[in-house]
């Protein structure tokens, strides 16, 4: 994996503990949704199609706390809607990095030079900067002219105050493997982010674009080709090499969703983040209430071209820290 040793190191000690404590299903990391509301409107994120009373509210710092602190989980993702437009947002992740969790806040970066001086740069604290292809086609995207140098510069303006800054792509039918190689170049070679996170379109059912979501075999085409040559070596890809093997077909994957649950003002949504199957009130009630052997490719239809990382990556995860050949691969970036 491509986080810092120490997290690595984190992350295994997390994982023998669940081993010794018998545990079957555990929190690897929580997405967590402290507000709907967001600055933009994504063709491809439906976040924004809540009801207007709902996307008025922001969750409360002790309740975002304790549902953290109730599933354990060492890694939280903090995303929405925007997080910055949560008035508390600096609270929260300085309340989580007092309880030693690793943190990546999530954000379209439009409003970080605005917030930026409300953060301090930590170790286990890093922006995690949405960048869905280089100009033409992150604008198209976000559904914003100016988007995309928008971000950039914000992405440069925290690298200058000292944090860490990883991005996430998501990539659509419309995208060829020249388009995924320009954006990783440029963000890896040129921009220098830490870290680079990748993910395959799923069809998420509220969002506006409906049409350009990839299949399976899509997926593994267009990354089998795009990791050609040994190419994703070079690349400082935030997944394990398990993982990157998945997306382009070298191995088969179970979903192991309940290894990223999603936490909201609704309640932790039943699978996960691209499903709602239903929210419950408590962690417990979601590992020992939910039917997982339910969902994931095969079983149900609507998981049939999901490759998502939400449901995928723990399983890689684990798969990585249970052989000591992954693991050796993931540190050599194999």
């Known amino acids: 994996m491509a986080m810092p040793l120490r997290q690595n190191i984190r992350l295994g000690s997390y994982l023998l503990k669940q081993k010794l404590l018998r545990r079957e ?34 969750m409360p710092v002790a309740q975002a706390i304790a549902a953290i602190e109730e599933s ?29 969790k690793i943190i990546f806040l999530c954000t379209n970066a439009l409003l970080l030079p605005k917030h930026l001086h409300r953060f301090t740069p930590h170790r286990n604290f890093a922006w995690m900067v949405h960048i869905d292809g280089l100009r033409e086609r992150h604008d198209a995207s976000v559904c914003k002219e100016g988007g995309f140098d928008a971000a950039v510069a914000a992405i440069r303006q925290a690298q200058a105050a000292g944090f860490r800054v990883l991005t996430n792509s998501t990539f659509f039918s419309t995208d060829t493997p020249a388009d995924v190689i320009d954006v990783l170049d440029y ?89 709602d199957d239903g929210y419950v009130q408590t962690y ?3 590992i020992e209430d939910t039917d997982w052997s339910a969902y994931g490719r095969g079983t149900d239809p609507r998981c049939a071209n999901c490759m998502a990382h939400c449901g995928y990556e723990p399983t890689a995860v684990i798969a990585t820290m249970g052989s000591l050949r992954e693991s050796l691969r993931a540190m050599i970036g194999g």
């Open 284 to 286: 417990r009630e979601l």
């Open 187 to 275: 963000l890896n070679d040129e921009l220098g982010v830490d870290n680079m996170q990748i993910s395959p379109a799923y069809a998420y059912g509220k969002a506006p674009d409906q049409e350009h979501w990839l299949g399976v075999e899509q997926t593994r085409a267009l990354f089998a080709k795009t990791f050609a040559d040994g190419r994703r070596k070079k690349w400082r890809l935030n997944h394990s090499p398990v993982f990157l093997d998945f997306l382009e077909g070298k191995r088969e994957l179970a979903c192991t969703a309940w290894g990223i649950p999603s936490y909201s003002l609704l309640g932790w949504q039943r699978p996960c983040y691209l499903l």
């Open 25 to 58: 299903k555990f929190a690897l990391l929580v997405e967590l949704e402290p507000l709907f509301a967001c600055n933009l409107k994504c063709a491809g994120c439906g976040k924004i199609a809540q009801p207007a009373s709902l996307l008025k509210q922001r």
């Open 72 to 100: 354990g989980a060492p890694m939280v993702s903090i995303a929405g809607g925007e997080p910055l437009m949560h008035p508390q947002i600096d609270e929260i992740v300085r309340e989580l990095l007092r309880r030693r």
